[in-house]
């Protein structure tokens, strides 16, 4: 039987060092009768990139994105419209996609499901030039993922520490939502896209998403008085955020939106992006290893 071939690309410095026990696993619970496998280890930011792109084009049938939401956001962007499936072995601050794909944080028991092979074809969404794999959006949320990347210090306890520092000083914008010609100003404290249902950490902003429905769930959060933000803040705790009168979600395949700034996060990285965001669906694009 002719074996499989895996490439892991390991982020040495995602999440809180959870890398560090990578080779041990992969030497002793990838099953060698199934696949022959090859390490790659990032040297900076955006070279997972051109590793996957890489790994598809000598089709290798899985790659591994060993990291975080940046990580596989990176790994899998490479993966679209290939036969190369994206893995996940979840070593970040946040994993999102992981979490939302009900991959198990136990990095034992993802290498089980990696070495079991089942696959999926979920969707995945532009924001002008970039490519996102879980969630991408504007306001709060990029300003916090912009603070997170300058600190040396990862996890989401430091994470935690950047957003309640700064909820009493950001100050919403206004902005645009423009779905199918009709146009809707709005005083936004976040606006985001979500393709699956959580940011990561299990704070769920979009609660009915789902990653292969040809659907993006367009999350709205209005400026609200700051005696609301520890309300707000428990609802993404407690899959609640769709209650909120300070909220509206709703289901798009595309979407344009306007701000005064020029920056988004996209999977948490933040970008410039621009003033004006136009955001289109690709149903099914990307082959992933799900449970």
Not at 221 to 233: C, G, K, Q, Y
Not at 242 to 255: D, G, L, P, T, Y
Request: aromatic share 6%; net charge positive.
């Amino acid at each position: 039987m002719t074996k499989k071939k895996i490439l892991f690309i390991i982020n040495p410095i995602s999440g809180v060092g959870r890398y560090k026990i990578v080779e041990k696993l992969i030497e002793n619970k990838l099953d060698k009768n199934i696949f022959d496998h090859e390490l790659a280890y990032t040297k900076a930011p955006k070279h997972a990139i051109n590793l996957s792109k890489q790994g598809a084009n000598e089709n290798f049938d899985i790659v591994v994105a060993v990291g975080g939401d940046g990580s596989v956001n990176e790994v899998g962007r490479s993966l679209i419209g290939t036969k190369t499936a994206l893995a996940i072995l979840p070593c970040g601050s946040g994993n999102g996609a992981a979490r939302h794909l009900d991959i198990p944080m136990d990095l034992v028991k993802a290498m089980k499901m990696i070495n079991q092979g089942k696959t999926a074809m979920i969707d995945t969404f532009n924001i002008n030039n970039e490519v996102a794999i879980n969630t991408a959006g504007i306001g709060f949320a990029a300003h916090i993922a912009y603070e997170f990347s300058k600190n040396k210090k990862r996890g989401f306890s430091n994470y935690l520490k950047i957003a309640v520092r700064d909820s009493l000083k950001y100050k919403s914008q206004p902005c645009e939502v423009e779905i199918n010609g009709k146009i809707q100003k709005v005083d936004a404290f976040i606006i985001d896209i979500a393709n699956g249902t959580q940011w990561g950490n299990n704070a769920v902003i979009a609660p009915h998403a789902e990653n292969d429905d040809g659907l993006l769930d367009l999350c709205v959060i209005r400026d609200f008085h700051f005696m609301n933000f520890p309300v707000l803040a428990t609802r993404l705790f407690t899959n609640s955020i769709h209650r909120s009168k300070f909220v509206e979600i709703s289901k798009v395949k595309e979407v344009t939106i306007r701000q005064d700034k020029t920056y988004a996060h996209v999977d948490g990285e933040p970008v410039i992006i621009g003033s004006e965001l136009k955001v289109t669906v690709n149903p099914h694009s990307l082959k992933v290893i799900v449970p």
